[in-house]
């Protein structure tokens, strides 16, 4: 079956910097494109970011650009999520998702009614 687990969260000052890992195991890792999502209190789960399943193709959300980066190692079975200049505004539950569909090179997923397989998410705070 297919396990997500991520990991990396924690509270950080505004400002700074964390780095998500999303282990992935029960599945052909580089054959699926992955997603993070986050989800505050109150508010509907949204879509972070994504990557294709070569890494060649990705998505950011537009209060994101040019602060996080997704990256995966497909070799490692891993996607990641580099969280610089962190705000108060991020302060939510990080999830990483991936689909059952197969994946085709610069193919990504935007909409969470795409994703399949989530993992329990892992707490970001950051303080103002």
Not at 59 to 74: A, L, M, Q
Not at 88 to 93: G, H, K, Q, R, S
């Amino acid at each position: 079956q297919v396990q997500l687990v991520e990991s990396g969260g924690g509270l950080v000052q505004a400002g700074g910097s964390l780095r998500l890992s999303c282990a992935a195991s029960g599945l052909t890792f580089s054959n699926y494109a992955m997603g993070w999502f986050r989800q505050a209190p109150g508010k509907e789960r949204e879509i972070v970011s994504a990557i294709s399943i070569d890494g060649g193709a990705t998505y950011y959300e537009d209060s994101v650009k040019g602060r996080f980066t997704i990256s995966r190692d497909n070799a490692k079975n891993t996607v990641y999520l580099q969280m610089n200049s962190l705000k108060p505004e991020d302060t939510a539950v990080y999830y990483c998702s991936t689909t059952r569909l197969v994946g085709r090179a610069g193919r990504i997923y935007y909409s969470h009614t795409e994703y399949d397989y989530w993992g329990q998410g892992t707490q970001v705070t950051v303080s103002s």
